[in-house]
């Protein structure tokens, strides 16, 4: 068997007496896309930042290539192929593409007193790497402020990858983006994937999360609840997985009630609307637990 790009086997974290990660274990290949869902609280910032040097585990091992190595910091698991992309994406909007694409680590020409940025070589690398990712920049001058947020999630992409990254984190790449831009972000993700890195998806989003992915990971509350391949499971499997089948009926079937009870209460605008939204949200809770369209309010 092929060993892992990346693997990490029964990891632990302490946060006092409070456990962060008990005995979590997963392993990313290459040129797939693994995914790590949870809700709120279920320890994936905390792993994120294990894999990228910022925490030392307090038990357990970490694997690249099946060597075990120690990430004393961000700066080895750079060193160690690992790139971590966060939801802010480490950029400044006033600033140009080019200058973003490098943020200290720009090429130079020259030597000496006479050593100096080689910015035409700065611009022509970032225009080639973005266009790698799909998206042909007019002008690497303009600043990152202009660009749209699926944009600047394929710049901060291509720029963990132009540096070597051999895998990538990916935190909540969609959680602040609208449906057309996830579906953009999605898309540089599998092109990602194309590129043959391993890409570790960190996301509470399953609708997201299984058009893109291979392998599933699903944890809740510092616990690994669930492992599945893509073929072993479906969008509402992942879904119950993560929310709970039951609870979310009995969440669903509660909403109905009030909501096809308050024909009479508030016939104001303001309760039409109210009253409008409750409903959606019951129909949209409705159908991620299974229930039939017919048993929604109208």
Known sequence: MTEPLLEVRDLVKYFGSAIALQEISLRVNAGEVTCVLGDNGAGKSTLIKILSGVFPPDSGAVLIDGVPVTLAGPREARAAGIATVYQDLAT????????????????????????????????????????????????????????????????????????????????????ALGVRQSGIVLRYIVQAREMGKGVIFITHNPHHAYPVGDQFYLLKRGRLMASVRKNETTVAGLTEMMAGGTELKELSDELMSLTGGAGGAGSDGAGTAELAGTVEVARALAAEAGVAGDDAPA
């Open 92 to 175: 400044v909007p006033l600033m140009s593409l080019w200058r973003n694409f490098f943020l200290g680590q720009e090429p130079v020409r020259g030597r000496g007193a006479l050593r100096r940025l080689d910015i035409a070589k700065a611009r022509a690398i970032t225009r080639d790497e973005m266009r790698k990712m799909g998206i042909d920049i007019r002008d690497p001058d303009q600043t990152v402020g202009t660009l749209s947020g699926g944009e600047r999630q394929a710049m901060a992409i291509a720029r963990a990858v132009y540096f070597g990254a051999r895998v990538l984190i990916l935190d909540e790449p969609t959680s």
